[in-house]
């Protein structure tokens, strides 16, 4: 049964239990036509879950993704025939040349074996494996593996693309390479979601920004939003005994926020001077402004939950 078409990936209160575990609580969002969502988190928040349930690799315990109009619970085959996923850690058969394997999986999208290999010979270039076609896999690093995998999910062409922690493993060119595909990708009107722990690297390419934790959303913003969020007026504390008196002790300058004994506070207001007084008895190592980024917005918006 085909859904009305509104968006291209569309979440709709997901749960998703292990056992006792609930790792999924009622999450709902939407990656629209041309456009790129970063899907954000701590480890263990449920990104992967999610992703995994997108591409009907597993089932929830209760909700649905809706893909091109299709349910992937009651309509997997059409709802992720258009869908091309990267995941976290590519696990292919590890004995078997890089291109065979590839002109295998081309086999699923019923395209011929001449036809494949040129296909992968195109896209192990695209993708910089260029000359590393007949090497077995099993000799591939792990940001090659990466690199296969993202020749992979552009096989047929789809128009959803599921991204997860697909920066892991890749050296400087290959993150290069994933931002002009992700743009490239953005441009020809495909919905893109990818979740990542490089959030220098969200706030560059996502148009929004899915923040999820514990199971939950906890926000949902436009990247433009966001960046009206971002200050540059904060404070960047590193103490020799960083504790939650010491962050008390902040509370008078704005709002802080402590992190792997670090103290971020945001919305500075008072004198530098005062504060540094009021926090010699923890032992100041290094103090200093510092332009807000996605990353300390993040943390202020798990400092504002817990």
């Known amino acids: 049964m085909a859904y009305e078409k509104d968006f291209m990936i569309r979440v709709e209160n997901l749960v998703k239990f292990y056992g ?11 990656v629209n036509d041309g456009e790129i969502v970063g899907f954000v988190g701590l480890n263990g928040a449920g990104k992967t879950t999610t992703i995994k349930i997108a591409t009907g690799v597993l089932y929830p315990t209760s909700g649905d993704v809706i893909i091109d109009g299709y349910s992937i619970t009651k309509d997997k085959k059409k709802a992720s025939e258009n869908v091309g996923w990267v995941p976290e850690l590519p696990n292919y058969e590890q004995d078997v040349k890089a291109l065979d394997y590839f002109v295998y999986i081309a ?3 019923k395209i011929p074996t001449i036809e494949a290999r040129s296909l992968g010979k195109r896209l192990f270039e695209e ?13 591939y690093s792990q940001g090659m593996k990466k690199r296969f995998a993202l020749a992979v999910s552009l096989i047929s062409n789809p128009k959803n693309f599921l991204f997860d922690e697909v920066l892991n493993g890749l050296d400087p060119e290959g993150i ?10 953005k441009k020809e009107g495909k919905a893109v979601l990818f ?52 962050l008390k002790a902040c509370k008078d300058f704005g709002e802080p926020i402590l992190n ?44 504002g939950i817990q």
């Open 20 to 30: 006792h575990f609930q790792a999924l609580k009622g999450e709902s969002f939407t």
């Open 107 to 109: 086999g699923y999208y």
């Open 127 to 139: 993708v910089g494996l260029a000359g590393r076609e007949n090497d077995k896999l099993k000799n």
């Open 176 to 185: 290069q390479f994933f931002r002009n595909l992700a743009l490239r990708l």
């Open 195 to 246: 979740s990542s722990h490089i959030l220098s690297e969200v706030e560059s390419l996502a148009d929004r920004v899915v923040f999820l934790h514990k199971g939950k959303i906890v926000k949902e913003e436009k990247m433009e939003d966001l960046r009206k969020l971002v200050s540059a007026n904060a404070l960047r504390i590193i103490l020799n005994s960083p504790s939650e008196e010491a």
């Open 260 to 303: 792997n004994g670090v103290i971020i506070i945001q919305n500075f207001k008072g004198d530098l001077e005062d504060v540094v007084r009021a926090l010699k008895p923890f032992g100041i190592l290094d103090i200093g402004y510092v332009r807000q980024d996605l990353e300390s917005l993040f943390f202020q918006i798990l400092g």
